[in-house]
């Protein structure tokens, strides 16, 4: 029991070492795109990183919060683990359920905003009835909204092929815990100073 965080927090390292190394082998604009909702998009974006000084900075930061958390405590409990493994995976999942929720907010404001401009178009009265004016102007309308909205419409699309790097929200979940852990006075935890507390809040703002 008292190496297996550690163990848990040295395969992680590890695992996020040969994802990156095999990032040319996978399509990251389809596996990791957030419009892709798959289990498996899940799970590898939680080990996806940018470049190589993404990489780095958060294995740096995943050694660093997660001595405080996991190793150099008391705590059997936070020593083992599904300890780290639930704050690791539980803050990815958290992550991909956030950037879904965004992209579903997006998709919904688009669309209220595209039945609104029909709305404001609709004709009632019998003739138009007759010659459904409404299906025939809609395309129009449509398109009128679309340009006259571009940069909303091109930041919608440009959402749904953003690649997802899952792997800064896992870190920050290990940083966001020990940040807790030091605010409720936890016997069981290292306590920080007020520098690496202005650090980790610096890095979850930005």
């Known amino acids: 029991m008292k190496y297996d965080a550690k163990l848990g927090l040295y395969i992680t390292i590890a695992a996020n070492i040969i994802m990156f190394l095999m990032k040319d082998n996978l399509n990251r604009s389809e596996v990791f795109s957030v419009s892709n909702s798959s289990l498996q998009s899940m799970l590898l974006s939680m080990f996806s990183h940018a470049d190589e000084s993404h990489l780095i900075s958060n294995i740096f930061f995943l050694l660093s919060y997660s001595q405080g958390l996991f190793i150099n405590n008391t705590s059997s409990v936070w ?20 950037v879904i929720a965004v992209g579903r907010i997006h998709e919904m404001t688009w ?11 609709s004709c009632t009265n019998w003739l138009c009835q007759k010659i459904k004016f409404d299906s025939v102007i809609k395309p129009f309308v449509d398109t009128f909204t679309t340009l006259r909205n571009v940069d909303e419409v091109a930041g ?9 790097i899952g792997s800064s929200g896992a870190v920050f979940g290990v940083m966001g815990a020990m940040l807790y852990t030091n605010f409720i006075d936890s016997p069981w935890c290292s306590k920080m100073g007020n520098f690496s507390i202005s650090i980790i809040l610096f890095h979850l703002a930005f």
Do not use: H, M
């Not at 780290?84 to 359920?97: A, Q």
């Not at 919608?156 to 997802?164: A, F, H, Q, S, T």
């Open 79 to 98: 020593k083992s683990i599904p300890a780290f493994l639930l704050v690791y995976f539980g803050s990815g999942f958290g992550t991909y359920l956030g």
């Open 156 to 164: 919608i699309e440009y959402y749904k092929v953003l690649p997802r």
């Open 111 to 121: 669309n209220k905003r595209i039945q609104n401009s029909r709305a404001a178009f």
